[in-house]
C-alpha cells in the first residue's frame, strides 16, 4: 500500500483521501454480509481481503498525514482487548456471555469518563451517519443502561399497535391537509418502536429485515416464472397475482419441509 500511494505508485490510489473511500467501506461490509448469510465460504475470504484493504488504506493516509501508524492500531486494539476483558487477563470472574458483557461496558464508559465533557451525553458516541436501522437499536439500547426502557416486549407489542393508529389517524379522512411530513414522524416512530421490540426478542432487525427481503425476492420471481414473463404478470389483475403469490409461498412451504 505505501508503494501504491507512493511518488511513483498508482495514480489513483494517490489520489484517494479519507472521504473518499468512506462508501467503499461500506460497500466491502455489506458484501461480507452477503457472503455470509449465503454461506459462500471461499467469497467471503476475497471479500474479508477487500475489508482488510480498507483498514490498510486508512492506515497507510494516516501515516503519511502523521496521525498514526498501522502498528499502533495494532497496539491499540491488543491494549483494549486486554483491559476488557479481565475475566480472561486480570483475574475478574464473568460465568456468561451477559457478565462479560456488562464487564466491557462498564469499562468503556471508565475509559470515556477521563475525556467526556461534563454535559456530554451518553448517546454522543453513536454516530448519525450508520443505518437508521442500525442506529435505532443502539439508542435503544442505550438508554436501556439506566432503566429507561420497556420492562418486556408485551408493552412493545401495546406500542406498536399504539403506533400504529396514530400513523392511520394522519392518513384518515379526517387528515389535516398537508399532513404528510406527520405520517412520515409517525413511521419514523413505528420503525423505531419494531427495532426495540426486535432488541427485546433478542432478533438482530436488520438480518430479520435481510431475510424478509429474500423471501419476497423468491417469491415474486417464481411469480413472473409461472406467469411468463414480467409483461405477462402486469397484465394479470389483483385477484390472480394474489393468487399466484399464494401459489408461490404453497411451493416454497412444501420445498421448506421436505
Not at 474479508?48 to 503519511?64: I, K, R, T
Not at 442500525?134 to 439508542?139: D, I, M, S
Not at 416486549?153 to 387528515?175: H, N, R, S, Y
Not at 409461498?249 to 421448506?256: L, P, V
Request: charge should be negative.
Amino acid at each position: 500500500m505505501a508503494r501504491l500511494r507512493g511518488p511513483d505508485g498508482c495514480p489513483w490510489d494517490r489520489e484517494q483521501t479519507f472521504d473518499s473511500i468512506k462508501r467503499y467501506t461500506l460497500e466491502e461490509t455489506y458484501e461480507v454480509f452477503d457472503a455470509i448469510e449465503r454461506r459462500a465460504w471461499p467469497e467471503l475470504k476475497d471479500e474479508l481481503g477487500d475489508m482488510l484493504l480498507q483498514v490498510l488504506f486508512y492506515a497507510q493516509m494516516a501515516s503519511e498525514a502523521g496521525y498514526f501508524t498501522l502498528s499502533d492500531v495494532a497496539a491499540n486494539l491488543n491494549a483494549k482487548l486486554i483491559r476488557r476483558h479481565p475475566h480472561i487477563f486480570a483475574g475478574a470472574e464473568a460465568t456468561d456471555s451477559d457478565a462479560v458483557l456488562r464487564n466491557w461496558e462498564q469499562i468503556k464508559r471508565a475509559e470515556k469518563q477521563g475525556s467526556a465533557s461534563t454535559d456530554a451525553s451518553m448517546l454522543d458516541d453513536i454516530p448519525r451517519t450508520m443505518p437508521a436501522m442500525l442506529e435505532a437499536g443502539k439508542l435503544g439500547s442505550r438508554a436501556a443502561k439506566v432503566g429507561f426502557d420497556w420492562p418486556d416486549a408485551d408493552g412493545l407489542f401495546d406500542k406498536m399497535q399504539e403506533e400504529i393508529a396514530e400513523l392511520k389517524a394522519e392518513l384518515g379522512p379526517g387528515a389535516a391537509e398537508g399532513s404528510a411530513a406527520a405520517a412520515q414522524e409517525e413511521l419514523g416512530d413505528l420503525l423505531f418502536t419494531a427495532v426495540n421490540l426486535a432488541r427485546h426478542l433478542k432478533i438482530d432487525p436488520e438480518s430479520a429485515l435481510r431475510a424478509a427481503n429474500a423471501k419476497f425476492r423468491s417469491r415474486f420471481t417464481a411469480m413472473e416464472a409461472t406467469a411468463g414473463g414480467t409483461e405477462e404478470l402486469a397484465a394479470r389483475t389483483p385477484s390472480q397475482l394474489e393468487e399466484l403469490w399464494n401459489q408461490a409461498k404453497n411451493a416454497a412451504n412444501r420445498s421448506q419441509k421436505s
